[in-house]
């Protein structure tokens, strides 16, 4: 089955900086890769996904990036914020199958 | 529109008792899933139904635990001779359909054994 490696674990930034998570996949049949947050006791909630025939989306200050060649996906925040601080995880999923495999998270916590 | 039911929020049981967590799809929704958390972990896969069927069990522990989503009414997760080792978060999720859509998450069901 499908494996996905999540980096770092955790992660501090000052407000203001940059924030990148960064995940690889192991099935290159998987096509579709969402990012999720999760604030502590609430539940995941999704921030921003992409397919496999693109290579780059961005909504405000949150952007991913694929690599298909590399099978490898990234999490970009800018111009970091307090209410950012919360755990990431990154999934992926193969087509015609809706069964996610999930990273094992990054804890983010931003400095004011 | 409201999203992913699940109940209870909290449950405490004592260790051998029987623990059914039950969620409702979003509307619309007929596929659900079942998540757990273990505290400071990362989601892991148990299952995933649609209404009636059994689709994929691969991530379930072979013994205690079953899933049903029934033709009425919502999906539940039964956990049998609950162990303190079954204490974690168990989240609920369900999607439109079966290829390549996103999931959507409930506000989760946490599960303390004493």
């Known amino acids: 089955g499908e494996n996905v490696e999540q980096h770092p674990s955790t992660l501090s930034v000052q407000e203001g900086d940059s924030a990148v998570i960064k995940c690889t996949y192991s099935?290159?049949?998987?096509?579709?890769f969402p990012w999720y947050k999760q604030e502590l006791g609430k539940r995941p909630q999704l921030i921003i996904d992409i397919r496999s025939n693109v290579g780059e989306k961005k909504d405000q200050r949150i952007a991913v990036t694929l690599n298909k060649t590399a099978k490898h996906f990234s999490l970009h925040i800018t111009e970091t914020q307090p209410e950012d601080s919360a755990v990431y995880f990154c999934a992926a999923s193969r087509p015609n199958f809706n069964k996610f495999y999930f990273g094992s998270g990054t804890k983010l916590n931003v400095k004011p | 529109n409201a999203g992913v039911m699940q109940n209870p929020r909290h449950l405490v049981r004592r260790r051998g008792q029987e623990a059914r967590l039950r969620c409702s799809p979003m509307?619309?929704?007929?596929?659900v899933y079942w998540y757990r958390q273990l505290p400071e972990e990362g989601l892991k896969f148990m299952v995933y139904?649609?209404?009636?069927?059994?689709?994929?069990e691969s991530g379930m522990p072979k013994e205690r635990f079953s899933a049903e989503f029934p033709k009425e009414g919502p999906s539940i997760l039964r956990i049998q001779q609950v162990v303190r080792g079954d204490s974690a978060a168990y989240f609920c999720?369900?999607?439109?359909?079966?290829?390549?859509?996103?999931?959507?998450f409930g506000e989760g069901s946490w599960l303390t054994v004493v």
């Open positions: 509307k619309g929704h007929s596929h």
């Open positions: 099935d290159s049949a998987s096509n579709y």
């Open positions: 999720a369900s999607s439109s359909s079966g290829q390549g859509n996103t999931i959507y």
């Open positions: 139904l649609q209404k009636e069927n059994i689709i994929d």
